[in-house]
Each structure stands twice: as C-alpha cells, then as structure tokens.
Nanobody, 117 residues
Framework: QVQLVESGGGLVQPGGSLRLSCAAS???????MGWYRQAPGKQRELVAR???????SYSDSVKGRCTISRDSTKNTVHLQIDSLKPEDTAVYYC????????????WGQGTQVTVSS
C-alpha cells in the first residue's frame, strides 16, 4: 500500500510560478511518481512523471515550463510550473505507480490550482 500527501497549490496570477510536492509512504515498491490534473468538464490528464531511474516525461501543454524532480531519500516528488496560464487551472493529483501491488496506481487527495488575476 501507498499513502500520498500533497502540498502546495492555491491561487496564482498568470505568469507566476507554482511548486507542488507529494510525499509517499508505505510498504510498496514505487517505480514512478507523477502529477495529473483534471479541469472542470475534462478528463484527467498527465502533467509530468518521473521514474526511479530519473526518466521524465511531460505533457506538451507544460513542456518547457515545467520541471518534475524527486528526492529519493524522502520519497518525495516536486512539480515546478512556471509561466502559469489560466488554462493550467485544475485539481492536481499526485500518482504513484507500484507495479507489484494491486491496485498498481495510488492517488493523492488532490490540490486545487487556480490561475487568475
């Protein structure tokens, strides 16, 4: 099992920056962690993901202004998004992938990010 605790989020002005953090705990072996987001009326989508081999992937919508990183000693991932746009407004969810567990995917409770002036 995996427990995820998210922090960060809130109201940010367009052009601003945001840092989200997610701390994982539990007994499962995690192979990747990432952030997804879901805007009202839309499906949940991947924002960024990082594996335990530090292989990263980003959605096209945030590529170039987003950085995902991890602290393996604390089992924590961080998501930095710069040059925020109103369309980045969504609930952001932390995800942990533990391939030898059932279920394989674990989710945080979600944190609201609102980009508005």
């Amino acid at each position: 099992q995996v427990q995820l605790v998210e922090s960060g989020g809130g109201l940010v002005q367009p052009g601003g920056s945001l840092r989200l953090s997610c701390a994982a705990s539990g007994s499962a072996t995690i192979r990747a962690m990432g952030w997804y987001r879901q805007a009202p009326g839309k499906q949940r989508e991947l924002v960024a993901r990082i594996t335990t081999s530090d292989i990263t992937s980003y959605s096209d919508s945030v590529k170039g202004r987003c950085t995902i990183s991890r602290d393996s000693t604390k089992n924590t991932v961080h998501l930095q998004i710069d040059s925020l746009k109103p369309e980045d407004t969504a609930v952001y969810y932390c995800n942990a992938y533990a391939p030898w567990e059932r279920p394989q995917d674990y989710w945080g409770q979600g944190t609201q990010v609102t980009v508005s002036s």
